[in-house]
């Protein structure tokens, strides 16, 4: 990537893998490695379709099938922090590192808001293993049907308001197995209104374009508001 004269790289470290992006003013890159020399890389081109991150390579699947997904301890947020509740699919335990995905997401938020002036920054407050079951395909309707669901407390998040009490979370965000989606990766409730409902301020991202496309970031201010 020396070709490029300007950029942003975001690393992560879970453990004994190290998963990261690095944006380019042209293209999008996604990097996951572990201890055994095992890596992977892929170029996201931004002119292309969605649907080209969504399917999980099987490099990533082996990388990851070694380092199965464990909690890892919430650090304490700040007046101007925004805590995320991070739940995830099984489907998604097996695509890819969650706590990576969520860390990598989160400091890429941050590096944004910095970027755009905006003081605040995400801080993940816990990680939760849904009981939700990717539909068939995971298409428009049905992302936006698990985010109706998630605000209205139904379903499989019947117990979501009482978590989201728990750990005082600002947001609530489900990561699903992008793989079974054909059009679309995310899906999000805004507030509208700064003293709007916050049980609105849900959002259900796909794993595999969650930090490639930004979407766990373009999420968040749509939940935000914008």
């Given at each position: 990537?020396?070709?490029?004269?300007?950029?942003?790289?975001?690393?992560?470290?879970?453990?004994?893998?190290?998963?990261?992006?690095?944006?380019?003013?042209?293209?999008?890159?996604?990097?996951?490695?572990?201890?055994?020399?095992?890596?992977?890389?892929?170029?996201?081109?931004?002119?292309?379709?969605?649907?080209?991150?969504?399917?999980?390579?099987?490099?990533?699947?082996?990388?990851?099938?070694?380092?199965?997904?464990?909690?890892?301890?919430?650090?304490?947020?700040?007046?101007?922090?925004?805590d995320v509740l991070v739940l995830y699919t099984e489907a998604s335990s097996f695509n890819y590192p969650t706590f990576a995905v969520a860390a990598n997401a989160a400091a890429d938020a941050d590096a944004t808001f910095s970027g755009?002036?905006?003081?605040?920054?995400?801080?993940?407050?816990?990680?939760?293993?849904?009981?939700?079951?990717?539909?068939?395909?995971?298409?428009?309707?049905?992302?936006?049907?698990?985010?109706?669901?998630?605000?209205?407390?139904?379903?499989?998040?019947?117990?979501?308001?009482?978590?989201?009490?728990?750990?005082?979370?600002?947001?609530?965000?489900?990561?699903?197995?992008?793989?079974?989606?054909?059009?679309?990766?995310?899906?999000?409730?805004?507030?509208?209104?700064?003293?709007?409902?916050?049980?609105?301020?849900?959002?259900?991202?796909g794993d595999g374009c969650a930090n490639s496309w930004n979407n766990f970031t373009h999420e968040l201010g749509h939940v935000l508001g914008g």
């Open positions: 990537i020396d070709k490029h004269e300007a950029g942003q790289a975001v690393i992560t470290i879970d453990r004994d893998l190290v998963y990261g992006t690095i944006h380019t003013l042209e293209n999008h890159y996604t990097i996951l490695t572990d201890r055994s020399g095992e890596y992977w890389v892929r170029e996201d081109d931004p002119k292309l379709a969605l649907s080209d991150t969504m399917i999980v390579p099987p490099e990533v699947k082996s990388i990851v099938s070694k380092h199965p997904d464990g909690v890892q301890s919430p650090t304490g947020g700040g007046s101007t922090t925004i755009s002036g905006v003081t605040g920054n995400v801080n993940i407050v816990g990680y939760q293993l849904s009981s939700y079951t990717e539909a068939s395909p995971m298409n428009e309707a049905a992302i936006a049907a698990v985010a109706v669901e998630m605000y209205d407390g139904t379903g499989d998040f019947t117990g979501l308001s009482s978590l989201r009490d728990s750990l005082n979370a600002d947001v609530a965000v489900l990561l699903f197995d992008s793989s079974s989606s054909s059009e679309t990766c995310a899906a999000a409730t805004p507030l509208y209104t700064s003293t709007g409902d916050y049980s609105r301020a849900v959002a259900a991202i």
